[in-house]
């Protein structure tokens, strides 16, 4: 699985870059105000969300053929809002959606259609970041507190996955996992301050990065 965020653009580049032969072009959802794309898996399939003229968010995909709303059996479609983060090589899809009163749930939507809902135990809202080939799911959720929590849900179990010192309001914040199910994502050890990267094993031993600067 691979991971992208951009605004619209599939395989940006840079002038150099664009002389070892990579392109690019511009996805725009048609009639939105905004699109922006999140992820893109190794056919070429890709995901992300337009907003529309009110300002509302829906999940779109494209399967190398057609850019569409994504199709979750009426889940997605009829919520007020809802995001595309990640897309396996499988054709699985993770992401958010809320419901009626604003609350937030995950979702992984199947290749065969089918949908399996990310609901982090006793949390108040639950946000899908990312899934890799062998199923599992990234993510954070909202405690009883207020605060949100990183999580993994592999094999059916849920699992907390914060790293130890971050804020508690937003401390750790993973953005995707590969098929080993190492995370990355982003880190923060004061509210207010800019964070740094992480890259988290299995096991939970995690180093963080800082670019130069």
């Known amino acids: 699985m691979k991971v992208l965020i951009g605004c619209g653009l599939i395989l940006a580049i840079s002038t150099a870059q664009a002389q070892t032969g990579y392109q690019f072009r511009a996805v725009d959802f048609p009639g939105s105000a905004n699109t922006a794309i999140y992820a893109v898996n190794d056919r070429g399939e890709f995901v992300g969300a337009e907003k529309d003229i009110n300002g509302a968010h829906h999940a779109i995909f494209d399967n190398g053929r057609h850019l569409a709303l994504l199709d979750a059996a009426g889940l997605i479609g009829t919520s007020p ?29 199947h290749a065969d259609r089918t949908i399996t809902h990310i609901e982090f135990p006793n949390a108040t809202g639950t946000k899908a970041y990312g899934v890799n080939d062998r199923g599992t799911v990234i993510g954070v959720y909202i405690d009883t507190d207020g605060n949100t929590r990183s999580f993994m849900l592999r094999k059916g179990r849920y699992r907390n996955m914060d790293l130890p010192g971050g804020t508690p309001s937003f401390g750790t914040t993973p953005l995707s996992v590969n098929d080993s199910d190492v995370i990355v994502g982003e880190f923060t050890r004061t509210d207010g301050t800019n964070g740094c990267g992480y890259l988290q094993k299995p096991d939970g031993q995690f180093t963080l990065t800082t670019a130069p600067g």
């Open 81 to 109: 809002e809802s995001w595309a983060f990640s897309i396996n090589d499988l054709g699985d899809i993770a992401g958010t959606y809320t419901d009626t009163s604003g609350t937030f749930h995950g979702y992984v939507h």
